[in-house]
């Protein structure tokens, strides 16, 4: 096992993969043990809203940034990447402003689309900005290596959501699953937050404690350049490097955007379709199963998608050529997902059914119609 552990820290990609995937692994296999309990307390109807609101806030809070936040990982610079998150988080925070006077010219329509549930249409811009901030945040922790905090972070959340999910219903008989993982995701941004927000202070701390001392720092070098942590910042954000970022990384808005916004609508779709022509208990059924059968897909694939990317974007940025580990990574996901495919092809409705109780065998039925559908989304 030592030998084994050993290999994995000489392997630097696969033990980032294993840093990121065992708090996933902790936080998923803590959701997947309490949605029993959920489907018990909630109906599917309080399932399909739940499903119809995060519908809407994820896809718009994943584009809010108009993708900026993708290109973080991109600068050699450090100082760069920092200039792109600030550039994210005020387009972010327009985008939301908006969302919200849409919501204000067509108020009614909003009210309709969540059964007349006043509150649910207020809680989609903070839903949204929230969303839109933790990706920001998110990618930047990512370019940063800072696996470490990040698997923490998915632990807390998912600790979160079921705690407020559950007392949410028992203490204050309110549908939790909404503002219960509202909650959790304002918790997720703070803690991102606060740790960068504390490590940028005590870097400060560290320059004016060099500056007036160490006579070894070349004048010529900014200060930052002799501080070993490149922490987030004001300082070096100026005017002209902002315009020079959004000029030199302008194809995510222009191209990724709007392919961003599809894709999300095509994948959720279904739920669209189930609520217009039945009712939210059908795309109630179908948000358990996509629910469930997600959890894979953000344990491995999710956990490999940062790595990689980051992998990737660094080998990009030193002139390497990024193919061969971009087949060996897919091949790899391909082979894990074979045996959970036939498992549910042939047994997804009894285990629906064993595992979520006798109300929930039609999600089961859904499992076994889209499982393809989530190979390729794995």
Same mark, same amino acid.
């Given at each position: 096992?030592?030998?084994?552990?050993?290999?994995?820290?000489?392997?630097?990609?696969?033990?980032?993969?294993?840093?990121?995937?065992?708090?996933?692994?902790?936080?998923?296999?803590?959701?997947?043990?309490?949605?029993?309990?959920?489907?018990?307390?909630?109906?599917?109807?309080?399932?399909?809203?739940?499903?119809?609101?995060?519908?809407?806030?994820?896809?718009?809070?994943?584009?809010?940034?108009?993708?900026?936040?993708?290109?973080?990982?991109?600068?050699?610079?450090?100082?760069?990447?920092? *200039?792109?998150?600030?550039? +994210? /988080?005020?387009?972010? @925070?327009? !985008?939301?402003?908006?969302?919200?006077? #849409?919501?204000? %010219?067509?108020?009614?329509?909003?009210?309709?689309?969540?059964?007349?549930?006043?509150?649910?249409?207020?809680?989609?811009?903070?839903?949204?900005?929230?969303?839109?901030?933790?990706?920001?945040?998110?990618?930047?922790?990512?370019?940063?290596?800072?696996?470490?905090?990040?698997?923490?972070?998915?632990?807390?959340?998912?600790?979160?959501?079921?705690?407020?999910?559950?007392?949410?219903?028992?203490?204050?008989?309110?549908?939790?699953?909404?503002?219960?993982?509202?909650?959790?995701?304002?918790?997720?941004?703070?803690?991102?937050?606060?740790?960068?927000?504390?490590?940028?202070?005590?870097?400060?701390?560290?320059?004016?404690?060099?500056?007036?001392?160490? *006579?070894?720092?070349?004048? +010529? /070098?900014?200060?930052? @350049?002799? !501080?070993?942590?490149?922490?987030?910042? #004001?300082?070096? %954000?100026?005017?002209?490097?902002?315009?020079?970022?959004?000029?030199?990384?302008?194809?995510?808005?222009?191209?990724?955007?709007?392919?961003?916004?599809?894709?999300?609508?095509?994948?959720?779709?279904?739920?669209?379709?189930?609520?217009?022509?039945?009712?939210?208990?059908?795309?109630?059924?179908?948000?358990?199963?996509?629910?469930?059968?997600?959890?894979?897909?953000?344990?491995?694939?999710?956990?490999?998608?940062?790595?990689?990317?980051?992998?990737?974007?660094?080998?990009?940025?030193?002139?390497?050529?990024?193919?061969?580990?971009?087949?060996?990574?897919?091949?790899?996901?391909?082979?894990?997902?074979?045996?959970?495919?036939?498992?549910?092809?042939?047994?997804?409705?009894?285990?629906? /059914?064993?595992?979520?109780?006798?109300?929930?065998?039609?999600?089961?039925?859904?499992?076994?119609?889209?499982?393809?559908?989530?190979?390729?989304?794995?």
């Amino acid at each position: 096992m030592s030998r084994l552990i050993d290999k994995l820290k000489q392997n630097s990609y696969i033990f980032q993969i294993a840093t990121l995937m065992s708090g996933t692994l902790m936080a998923q296999a803590l959701m997947f043990a309490f949605i029993p309990i959920l489907t018990r307390i909630y109906t599917p109807t309080e399932f399909g809203l739940y499903s119809l609101f995060f519908l809407i806030s994820s896809m718009i809070g994943e584009v809010s940034s108009l993708r900026y936040e993708q290109a973080i990982m991109l600068p050699k610079s450090d100082i760069d990447a920092q *200039t792109l998150v600030f550039l +994210s /988080v005020a387009v972010t @925070f327009i !985008i939301t402003t908006i969302v919200t006077l #849409v919501i204000v %010219l067509f108020y009614d329509l909003f009210l309709n689309y969540f059964n007349g549930l006043v509150y649910l249409v207020w809680l989609l811009p903070p839903s949204i900005l929230i969303l839109g901030l933790t990706q920001i945040f998110d990618t930047y922790s990512t370019r940063r290596q800072l696996y470490k905090k990040i698997a923490t972070v998915r632990v807390v959340e998912s600790v979160t959501t079921i705690g407020t999910q559950w007392s949410s219903r028992y203490l204050f008989a309110l549908d939790g699953l909404i503002v219960g993982k509202l909650i959790s995701n304002f918790f997720v941004l703070y803690q991102f937050l606060h740790f960068h927000i504390k490590e940028t202070l005590q870097n400060s701390l560290e320059a004016e404690a060099l500056a007036p001392n160490n *006579t070894r720092l070349k004048p +010529s /070098v900014p200060l930052h @350049f002799h !501080i070993k942590k490149q922490t987030l910042g #004001v300082r070096y %954000l100026t005017k002209r490097r902002l315009k020079a970022n959004i000029k030199r990384h302008d194809s995510f808005p222009k191209y990724f955007t709007f392919s961003s916004l599809l894709n999300s609508f095509s994948q959720n779709i279904p739920i669209f379709l189930f609520s217009m022509l039945f009712s939210p208990a059908i795309a109630g059924f179908y948000g358990l199963t996509a629910r469930v059968m997600q959890v894979p897909i953000l344990l491995i694939s999710g956990s490999t998608r940062r790595v990689f990317y980051q992998k990737a974007s660094q080998m990009y940025a030193n002139g390497e050529n990024i193919r061969e580990i971009y087949l060996k990574t897919t091949i790899g996901l391909i082979k894990l997902f074979i045996l959970p495919l036939f498992i549910i092809l042939l047994f997804g409705e009894e285990i629906f /059914v064993l595992i979520f109780s006798n109300k929930w065998a039609e999600s089961g039925v859904i499992a076994q119609i889209t499982i393809i559908w989530f190979m390729f989304a794995f």
